[in-house]
């Protein structure tokens, strides 16, 4: 036999709901912060193949690095921008430096 109180009429629904918003504000948060994770390791694989070819290329005596630095940015979700990041669009910047192994150093 249940027993029911007079106040809880509709409580069920309401933790669902606050749960729900918790859950879609957990969920923006990791779909944003892996969007932002991707392009920021292709920038890195990107800069990294520059650099690499600078630094295999030059003569080294004025340069004793090869650096490469590029920056972009992403759209998060509306959720994600109001909650998590502040604002719609996330900087990123990546920058590469990498010792010349030119030869004759």
Do not use: C, N, W
């Amino acid at each position: 036999m249940a027993v029911r109180a007079e106040g809880t009429r509709g409580q069920a629904l309401v933790e669902l709901a606050i749960g729900m918003v918790v859950v879609a504000l957990v969920l923006s948060a990791l779909f944003a912060f892996t969007r932002y994770i991707l392009a920021s390791l292709e920038m890195q694989r990107t800069l990294r193949a520059d650099a690499g070819r600078s630094a295999f290329g030059a003569h080294g005596v004025d340069e004793s690095y090869s650096s490469s630095v590029r920056r972009d940015a992403i759209t998060v979700s509306p959720m994600a921008a109001d909650y998590i990041f502040g604002s719609r669009r996330v900087e990123i910047k990546e920058e590469v430096h990498i010792p010349v192994m030119g030869i004759g150093q």
